[in-house]
């Protein structure tokens, strides 16, 4: 397994424990004993012809059968796999060992099959430690989604795209919860609250990432020694 970053690590690992069943069907089929083509020979039998004199000849089909087979050596039994299987261990070890939500929060990130419960509970890991300050009722629900758009903005920056602007937010709150936010007042209204989110989940990646890295400082070291 290459150890680049905490991030990177964290999705392989989830790609090697989470694999798909017909990726395991084909490994297996892969490493099962392979039989030697079977060869048919054809021999001619005589019967007697019921109520002629004569005789009718017809051709019988005689499979001869192989009992030998080829084995291939089976696959995950090289050292270099081995050492690939426990370093996937260690790394999801260390995943387990942070709190549910933080956990969840760094699926929603880097889980190659990200599903809606990493989402919920990032969302609401970034919203109670946010403290959303005192906001009348409408406006205390547009900042509660500009937690999840701000996390989305923040997943797009962590794989190479660029963080979302007022424009990209707005557009975005309209489409996913049916609700508009004036852009021209992103400044007055939103600003400070949208750079204190992004502060909140910058924080929380880093939390999530710490064990991950003790894991690739650790192997670094042991491979060096």
């Known amino acids: ?35 030697k083509s079977i060869r048919l020979r054809r021999h001619e039998a005589v019967f007697a012809a019921l109520g002629e004199d004569k005789e009718e000849r017809i051709q019988v089909v005689r499979q001869k059968i192989s009992i030998s087979e080829t084995r291939r050596t089976p696959i995950g039994r090289s050292t270099a796999r081995a050492a690939h299987l426990a370093t996937i261990g260690k790394v999801l070890r260390a995943i387990d060992t942070l709190p549910f939500q933080v956990q969840q929060f760094g699926h929603y990130l880097y889980h190659p099959v990200m599903n809606m419960r990493h989402l919920l509970n990032a969302v609401l890991l970034v ?27 923040y997943k797009g920056e962590v794989h190479g795209a660029a963080e979302w602007g007022p424009a990209r937010v707005a557009t975005e709150m309209n489409a996913f919860f049916g609700v508009t936010i004036d852009p021209k007042n992103w400044k007055r209204d939103w600003l400070d609250l949208w750079e204190s989110l992004k502060a909140v989940i910058k924080e929380v990646d880093i939390q999530a990432q710490q064990p991950l890295w003790q894991v690739i400082y650790a192997e670094k070291a042991q491979e060096a020694a």
């Open 1 to 35: 397994m290459r150890l680049i970053n905490a991030r990177q690590v964290w999705t392989e690992a989830q790609h090697e424990s989470n694999a798909s069943i017909s990726a395991v069907a084909i490994e297996k089929g892969e490493s099962a004993p392979a039989k």
């Open 127 to 153: 919203t109670a430690k946010a403290q959303l300050p005192d906001l009348t009722s409408a406006k205390r629900v547009k900042a509660q989604y500009l937690v999840t758009l701000a996390l989305q903005s």
